[in-house]
C-alpha cells in the first residue's frame, strides 16, 4: 500500500507539500497540486483516515444511530444529512439500534471507536442518563425526536403530540365522531405521543372513546391490515394510523374487501412518506418534515464541531407536522355516510 512518501518521491516534492495537497491548502500552486494527484492517481493511494485523526483532531466522519435501516422515514434522515456533509468532504456512517438498548449503546459506542467526530441519535430505547453523560463526554451529539431534561440545546424534535391532535381534529371538522386508532406501538416516545394528541382532540370536543375502536399495531403495513380487520366490524367512519405505513396496511384490507375508502371509510395517516400520494385513493396525512429536522442537525453539527456557518439562522429545534390533504378522507357533514 503506498505511502505519503511513496507520493512524494513519484512527485518530486516532500511529503509536507502532498499532505499540504491532500488537505486542499491555498498555499500550494496548481501545477504541483497536479503533479501530486498524477501520483497519487498512480499509486493507488488512499489517505490513513485514523493517522489523519490523530494528527489533526478531526476525522472527517460523523456517525448516526437510526432505529431501523429500512425504514422510509429513517432513510430520509440519512439521505439530506449525508448529502449536506458530503458537500463539505465529510463522511456519514450509520447504524441501526432496533429500539433496544443495548443495541442502542453497542451502536454509538462502535461508532466512537471510528473515531466520529459528531454524532446525529435518533434513539428510543436507552435512558436519558446515558444521553447525558454522552453529551458530557462528546460534545458535538445531536439527538432528532428525543427531548431529554438538561439537553435542550442537543435536541431538534418532532410536536407530534400537535401533529396528532391536528389530525383528529380535521376528522372531526369533517364530521366524523366514531373514531378509531391503529396506535404505534405504546414502548415508543413518539407513538405514545400521537395517541395523546388524538385522545386530547377526542376529550376537547367530547367525543367517545370506545376501548373497542383502539387497536395498537406495530408501525408495520402488516400491523396495520391486521388491525384493521378488528375494526371494520366498529361502524367507524374513519381511523387514525399512526403513521403512514399502518394506514397502507389499512387501505390494502379495505381494497381487498371491497370497502370503499372515503366513501365507506375514510382513513388518515402520519408522516407523509413519498408513497403516500401514490395509494389508491391518496393518503390523506400529516406531514413529518425529516428532510428539514436533518439539515437543521446538519448544519448544527457542522457549525459547531467544523466551524463552518450555514446560511440559515440557528436552527428550529422543535417542528410542527402540517396536515396534507388527499382523498382518502371524507367530508361527511352535508350527507349519510355509507354503512359498511
Not at 437510526?66 to 449536506?84: N, Q, Y
Not at 436519558?128 to 453529551?135: I, V
Not at 387501505?251 to 365507506?264: D, F, N, T
Not at 412518506?273 to 436533518?294: C, G, N, Q, W
Request: glycine residues 6%; negative net charge; proline residues 4%.
Amino acid at each position: 500500500m503506498a505511502t505519503i512518501k511513496d507520493v512524494s518521491k513519484h512527485a518530486g516534492v516532500s511529503p509536507a507539500t502532498v499532505s499540504r495537497v491532500l488537505n486542499n491548502s491555498e498555499l500550494v500552486v496548481e501545477k504541483t497540486r497536479i503533479k501530486v494527484m498524477a501520483a497519487v492517481e498512480a499509486l493507488g493511494y488512499r489517505p490513513n483516515t485514523l493517522a489523519r485523526a490523530m494528527a489533526s483532531g478531526r476525522s472527517g466522519i460523523v456517525g448516526m444511530v437510526v432505529p431501523e435501516m429500512s425504514s422510509p422515514i429513517h432513510a430520509r434522515f440519512i439521505g439530506e444529512a449525508e448529502k449536506l456533509f458530503r458537500q463539505h468532504k465529510i463522511q456519514l456512517i450509520g447504524a441501526s439500534g432496533h429500539c433496544d438498548p443495548e443495541q442502542e449503546r453497542e451502536a454509538i459506542e462502535f461508532l466512537l471507536q471510528c473515531r466520529c467526530d459528531a454524532l446525529i441519535l435518533l434513539v428510543e430505547a436507552i435512558d436519558d442518563g446515558y444521553l447525558k453523560e454522552l453529551a458530557e463526554r462528546e460534545a458535538n451529539v445531536v439527538l432528532i425526536n428525543r427531548q431529554v431534561t438538561g439537553l435542550d440545546s442537543h435536541c431538534i424534535t418532532l410536536d407530534n403530540v400537535n401533529g396528532s391532535f391536528t389530525a383528529t381534529e380535521h376528522l372531526i371538522e369533517l364530521g366524523h365522531q366514531r373514531i378509531g386508532c391503529i396506535t404505534g406501538p405504546q414502548n415508543k416516545q413518539d407513538a405514545r405521543e400521537r395517541f395523546e394528541g388524538f385522545q386530547q382532540a377526542l376529550q376537547q370536543h367530547q367525543l367517545i372513546q370506545n376501548p373497542a375502536w383502539l387497536i395498537e399495531g406495530e408501525f408495520t403495513e402488516k400491523s396495520g391490515y391486521q388491525a384493521m380487520a378488528k375494526l371494520i366490524d366498529q361502524q367507524l367512519t374513519a381511523v387514525f394510523c399512526g403513521n403512514d405505513e399502518m394506514a397502507f396496511g389499512a387501505l390494502a384490507y379495505c381494497r381487498e374487501h371491497g370497502i370503499s375508502v372515503p366513501q365507506q371509510i375514510s382513513i388518515m395517516g402520519f408522516d407523509d412518506l413519498h408513497f403516500a400520494s401514490y395509494t389508491f385513493p391518496a393518503l390523506t396525512t400529516m406531514h413529518f418534515p425529516a428532510d428539514t429536522m436533518a439539515v437543521a442537525a446538519t448544519e448544527f453539527l457542522l457549525s459547531r464541531c467544523y466551524d463552518i456557518a450555514s446560511a440559515s439562522s440557528a436552527p428550529v429545534m422543535t417542528y410542527l407536522p402540517t396536515l396534507v390533504s388527499r382523498d382518502s378522507v371524507a367530508d361527511i357533514r352535508n350527507h349519510a355516510h355509507a354503512s359498511l
